[in-house]
């Protein structure tokens, strides 16, 4: 009796994975782009970054809309970082490319990071520049463009096209002053 469940056991890991696996790859992304060639990178102290997503970007598949409005699983297409993190990454680069920010903290928060059904990528959302725990600098996003197609490479692009959106948005803190970016 318990060689022919263990069989059986084995026989439905075989098939699940047969299933599973199917024809087509997973691909697994990362958010990626070289700073622009015109920074120098700058060794100084750069700010801690916290970035918050939409929970909705939270899934493990990159995620588009259909036409109806909703948001749907790129099948095959995952992130290889958790999308906060990666934006986090990212945005660290291009701001220690840039170098001036004399910040402890910079925080991100995003109420919308996807493309819509009218395919434009929309980033929407605020940041704040802190310093000795008082707000010293922030600005609101508002990030779109159009996307040069529907596969997973057009979003991604799209989404570092943001990221580079946002780093230029932060403006270094004003002395004793808050300065409200655009």
């Known amino acids: 009796m318990e060689k022919s469940l263990a069989f059986l056991t084995a026989a439905a890991v075989l098939v699940a994975g047969c299933v599973s ?26 700010p801690s970054v916290r970035v918050d997503l939409p929970r909705y970007i939270e899934d493990q598949y990159l995620l ?56 434009m990528f929309y980033a929407l959302g605020d940041w704040q520049l802190r310093t000795t725990g008082r707000v010293c600098a922030r600005g609101y996003l508002g990030f779109q463009s159009p996307l040069s197609g529907d596969t997973a490479t057009a979003l991604l692009h799209a989404m570092n096209e943001a990221v580079a959106y946002t780093a230029a948005q932060i403006t270094p803190c004003e002395a004793d002053a808050t300065h409200t970016g655009a």
């Open 21 to 46: 696996s199917g024809s087509g790859a997973m691909h697994r992304h990362t958010l990626y782009l070289d700073p622009p060639q015109d920074f120098v990178r700058h060794a100084g102290p750069a």
């Open 64 to 119: 588009q809309r259909s036409p109806d409005g909703s948001l749907q699983r790129l099948e095959g297409h995952v992130w290889a970082e958790s999308p906060d993190e990666g934006f986090a990454r990212l945005l660290r680069e291009h701001l220690a490319a840039r170098g001036g920010l004399s910040a402890d903290r910079l925080q991100v928060r995003l109420t919308r990071f996807d493309a819509g059904k009218d395919a």
